[in-house]
């Protein structure tokens, strides 16, 4: 699994960057078959003071794809809450499958 981490308006620091890729690698454990992965961390309304942290994670899968974008006050926040989406979607496929 290729695990593809990009940055729009900002410079990630080391701490998100490996708290990203920690969280990907556990991926594999609920499907097995993942070609790669796009994670996309964004800054909105650059040019407000508000600025809300989008998490975008895009998942290829052999004849499929999955996308989830969330946001929030903070990445990880915001991280989570996409990754927790991209599983339900993950574990649905593959009960699809199976079934």
Do not use: W
Request: proline content about 1%; some cysteine; glycine content about 2%.
């Amino acid at each position: 699994m290729n695990v593809n981490i990009q940055t729009v308006h900002f410079d990630a620091d080391g701490k998100l960057v490996e708290y990203v890729n920690k969280k990907m690698s556990k991926l594999n454990t609920f499907y097995d078959r993942i070609i790669k992965v796009d994670v996309f961390l964004k800054l909105d309304n650059v040019v407000h003071n508000i600025k809300d942290k989008i998490a975008e994670i895009r998942v290829h899968v052999p004849k499929h794809q999955f996308f989830v974008k969330c946001s929030s006050k903070s990445f990880e926040e915001s991280f989570d809450s996409a990754f927790e989406s991209l599983v339900n979607q993950v574990k649905k496929k593959k009960e699809k499958q199976i079934a």
